[in-house]
């Protein structure tokens, strides 16, 4: 690590492996700073979920619901735009959009949702739908994933999530997800975005089933695309939490392991600029713990979390920019707020982004009273 040489699959199950997690924390940290110093990112965001109605039977997930089941439901594009605005507060710069396989949502709701957003909050960043979510568009459009891609773009779309890549190894989403897009699909359709100018994000869903090996083998996938594209501009590390889905039995994992894969992934995947610490799934706690573990990046202040406390996160569903900067500091970090392509967010004396030649983030006469 010192040298800068790149770490072999064999290096990242050893560093998995290892019993001194404050050593390889200490290399990841070693790394963390070489690139961004004492720095530590974070944004302003608000995430909306239109709908939890989803065809695909996932035993990790404890949100989504088929038609008819309790619980289930799915907005409008207005209640959609109505909800945004609720939860606008604090200067959010970036929506973070996902939602569930809905089985007879036409085409055009999901192209109509990202114009409508984009009208009613001018110059906020849509970083909008998954690659699951993709592939089902394009199935249900009947056209070409790099059709759909194009069409998105066109409607609004900034940047895509990374969710729903969990472990890529068959073994693994044969039991947690059966029935969602394979590993290789998912790395597919990140390839199709990268190519047509659309940044992501990928995550890897730790603490279930998956072995060693499958984690630094996900790992492994991720730099190679990356090499190829350089089309990520994050990694998310998501520990799993189990208490409310199929898999309930199993334990969740550890304080131990989630610096444990943070620090690995840091060591690991050379070529992403920003290894991320998600506080909601690890805790306030443990978060800026993780900012000395390689993560440089706590998300973002969130705002209405839903998915994850669905499986049974007992952690705050948002917190404010000043606590997020409250918790960077605790760490002995310098907080910079960012927006999604890691610039820096300017604010005014009022706490109201300040950017030249840019529209306002929502447009006035429509703001939240």
């Known amino acids: 690590m010192v040298a ?118 001018p110059g906020i960043h849509l970083k909008a739908w998954t690659m699951v979510e993709i592939d089902w568009f394009a199935r249900v459009a009947k056209k070409s994933v790099e059709h759909v891609i194009d069409d998105l773009k066109s409607a609004g779309l900034d940047s895509c999530p990374g969710g729903g890549a969990e472990i890529f190894a068959r073994r693994v989403r044969d039991i947690i997800c059966t029935d969602k897009i394979s590993g290789e699909r998912f790395l597919e359709i990140s390839r199709l975005c990268h190519e047509r100018g659309l940044k992501t994000n990928v995550t890897m869903l730790y603490g279930h089933v998956e072995t060693l090996e499958e984690r630094v083998d996900h790992l492994v996938r991720i730099r190679e695309l990356q090499d190829e594209t350089h089309g990520f501009l994050g990694f998310i590390p998501l520990a799993f939490h189990p208490e409310e889905t199929q898999l309930r039995h199993l334990p969740p994992a550890t304080a131990y392991t989630d610096l444990r894969v943070i620090a690995v992934a840091r060591l690991m995947l050379d070529n992403v600029d920003h290894i991320k610490a998600y506080w909601i799934q690890i805790g306030e706690k443990l978060a800026p713990v993780a900012l000395r573990f390689g993560a440089d990046d706590l998300v973002g202040t969130v705002t209405e979390e839903i998915i994850t406390h669905a499986a049974g996160a007992k952690t705050e569903a948002g917190l404010s920019r000043l606590e997020m900067e409250r918790m960077i500091r605790g760490a002995g970090r310098e907080p910079f707020e960012r927006d999604a392509y890691y610039e820096r967010v300017v604010r005014d004396g009022g706490g109201n982004v300040a950017r030249a030649n840019r529209h306002d983030f929502v447009r006035p006469e429509l703001a939240v009273r």
């Open 4 to 121: 800068a040489e790149r770490l072999s699959f064999e290096d990242g199950v050893a560093l998995l492996a290892s019993p001194d997690v404050r050593g390889v924390g200490a290399l990841a940290n070693h790394v963390r700073e070489r690139r961004h110093g004492n720095v530590a990112y974070y944004n302003v965001n608000r995430y909306l979920n239109p709908t939890n109605l989803c065809w695909v039977d996932c035993g990790l997930c404890a949100w989504a619901r088929k038609p008819g089941v309790d619980g289930g439901y799915t907005m409008s594009i207005k209640e959609a735009v109505r909800e945004a605005a609720t939860g606008w507060h604090d200067g959010i710069t970036e929506l973070h959009i996902v939602g569930g396989l809905h089985p007879s949502l036409p085409y055009s709701y999901y192209l109509d949702l990202l114009t409508a957003l984009k009208d009613r909050f």
